[in-house]
């Protein structure tokens, strides 16, 4: 019987890691673990020292993605439905955590995997990694990937991505803006979690603040977003010279 696999998490001052360890199952994701991961996005978001997560692998793999033989097959629209909205909620509550979010990709990032990537802020990944969405070889519709996968890659290379299977490269991934840097596979944790204390040494309230504003802004116009950053910026620095002594 395959394992349900578990989400591991660990502090260490401001800085949180998340690892996907299931690795007999090359880190596959499942429901428990997607419930997991939530659980502990939440927890995350209601402590207000936790400035940036690290979200990793178990071993040299990242994730193959969504456990196979989910056992939809037995199930109503409905209760396929109810699945697959635990995904979106893990995925929501990725980018709505007001930690900044990295991705630590060794190895494979394939299919719901590479999805929550996309959904991170920043991704460091090994020379040797791999993003791909193979659900079209299965004969699945990737809808849900699609859905937010086009934002975090350029259209055409996203839709080729999802309708021909074909998996980028490390470097191929960071041309394409979806990686920020790629270095040899034994320092992708190390060099994620100096990029996490570089983020926090600075104030968490102003890392907060950059996390929600940066994302948000995204989804409105220019215009909009400039009175959105006006408003912002003059509440927070009211607050921090009612702070001060």
């Not at 401001?14 to 502990?40: V, Y």
């Not at 690290?54 to 109810?82: C, D, N, Y």
């Not at 969405?133 to 290379?157: C, D, L, N, R, W």
């Not at 996390?211 to 989804?219: D, S």
């Amino acid at each position: 019987m395959a394992s349900d696999g578990v989400v591991r998490f660990t502090r260490e001052g401001r800085i949180w890691t998340a690892t996907l360890d299931n690795p007999e199952a090359g880190n596959a994701i499942t429901r428990a673990m997607l419930e997991q991961l939530s659980e502990g996005l939440l927890e995350a978001a209601r402590t207000p020292d936790c400035v940036a997560l690290v979200l990793q692998g178990a071993g040299k793999q990242f994730s193959i993605g969504r456990m196979r033989g989910a056992g939809h097959e037995r199930l109503t629209p409905v209760g396929i439905r109810g699945e697959l909205e635990v995904i979106t909620r893990a995925n929501a509550l990725l980018v709505e955590a007001p930690c900044v979010t990295i991705a630590a990709v060794r190895g494979q990032a394939l299919g719901a995997a590479c999805g929550l990537v996309a959904r991170c802020d920043l991704a460091v990944a090994a020379a040797d990694a791999r993003f791909g969405f193979p659900e079209i070889k299965a004969g699945i519709p990737p809808t849900i990937v699609m859905s937010y996968v086009a934002k975090a890659f350029p259209t055409k290379q996203a839709f080729e991505m999802i309708v021909t299977g074909r998996e980028l490269s490390a470097v191929e991934a960071q041309a394409l803006g979806f990686v920020n840097r790629v270095v040899p596979a034994e320092q992708v944790l190390q060099e994620a979690i100096v990029l996490a204390q570089a983020i926090a040494a600075a104030d968490p309230l102003v890392v907060r603040t950059c996390k929600q504003f940066f994302r948000e802004a995204q989804e409105i116009s220019y215009a909009a977003a400039a009175r959105y950053g006006v408003n912002l910026l003059a509440t927070i620095q009211a607050d921090q010279q009612a702070r001060q002594p």
